[in-house]
C-alpha cells in the first residue's frame, strides 16, 4: 500500500491535460491602425472600463433614474444574472470533481433460505450494514481538468451575454425614452398648429359668410386641419407606444411607471429635452474593441470547443481509480459496533476503453471540427467589430481626420 501510494503521488505532478490550449491574439491586434482613424481625435487612450454613455452625453436625472430600475427589474437582464449564476454553480461542481468522491449508506435484510445440511429446514437471517464508499479518480490525462476548464469558459461566456444584455437595455431604454421625448413634442407642436387652424378655419368661414372670400380657401383650410388632426391621432398613438415600450424595459407596467414618473401622464410638451454634451469623447477604439462582449462571448464559446477535444482525447487513455471502503456487518443492531463486525476494502482499478477506440477516435476528430466552426466564428467576430468601428470612426470624426475612399 505504501509503494502504491508513494507511485501515485510522485506521478500526479507530472500529470499533463491532453489536448490543445486557448491562444488568441488580441483583437485590437488584428489591425495596425484603422483606416478612418485618428490618434489625435481621441480623448482617452486606455480608460479601465468605458464609462456609461448615457451619463457621459446627457446630464438627465430622469434618464438615470429609468436605466436604474431597468437594470433592477428587467426580466431579461434578471434571465441573464441566474445564467451567470448556475454557470458559476456548474463552474464549482467541475471543480470539486478533481477531489475525491465518497458516499454512504445503512442498510437492513432479511433471507429466508433452505439448509440442506440442518435436516431440510429454512432459516431465517437478518443482516445490518453500515457502510462508507470514497473514490477518487487520478486525473492523469486531464479529462476532468478539461470539463473543468469548459465549465469556466462557460461562465465567462453567460457573464459576457449578461454584459451585453445589460447594454442592449440600456440603449433600448434610452431609445424608448428619447422616442416617448419626440412623440411628446411633437404631439404639442400638432396640438398648437391645430388650434390655429381651427381658429383661421373659423375666420375663414366667417369671410365666406361675407363673400370676401372664396369657397376654395375655406375647404383648403379644412383639408389641413383634418390632416393635422389624423397626424395627432398617430402621435398620440406613437407616444403611447413608446411609453409601453419603455415600461417593458423598465420592468414594470404602465400604470407602475406613470405612477413612478407622474410627469408622463402630464400634458404634451411639458418635460424638457436634455441638451447633449457638445463635445462626446472619443476613446481609443483598441480599448473599446478590448470590451465588447460579444468578442467575449465568442472567445469563450472557441475555448469550449478547443477544451472539448481534450475530453475527447483523455478517453483514449486509461483512467485510473484509487477507492477503498469500509463497512460494519451484523446480525444484531447492537452488535453493529463490535470490532468483529468492522471490514474494510481498498485498492486501485484501471479502466481503458480499448474495444471502443474506432467511436472515440471519430469522436475526436467531431470534436476538432467543431472547434475549427467555433474559431471561424470567433474571427468572424472580431472582423466584424473591426469593420463596425472603421464605419463609426468615419461618421464620428471630422471629415479633415477622415478618408474619402
Known sequence: MKKLGAIIFLFLPACASVGPDLSTAPAESWQGEFYYGDDSAYTSDAPAKIAPWWQAA????RLNRLVVLADNNNRDIGAALYRVEEAEARLSRARRALLPQGSGSESYSR???FMQGQGGQRQETDVYTLSADLQWELDVFG??????DIARAGAAERLALYEDVMRVVHAGTAQAYFNWLEADRRRAVAQQNLGLQEEALRLTQELVNLGASPRFDYDRQLTQARLTEAALVQLTAARADALSALA???GVTVPELVGLFPEFSGDSGTIDVPDMTPTLGIPNPAVVIRQRPDIASAEAQYAQALYQIGVAQAELFPQLTFSGSVSQTAFEPEALYDQESFGFSYGPRLNWNVFSFP???AEVDATGK????AKMAYENTVLNALTET?????QLLPPSNGRLC
Open 58 to 61: 446627457f446630464d438627465d436625472d
Open 390 to 394: 472603421d464605419s463609426a470612426l468615419a
Open 370 to 373: 467543431a472547434a475549427g466552426a
Open 248 to 250: 417593458l424595459l423598465c
Open 359 to 361: 467511436q472515440l477516435l
Open 143 to 148: 479529462r476532468i481538468r478539461r470539463q473543468r
Open 111 to 113: 433471507t429466508n433460505e
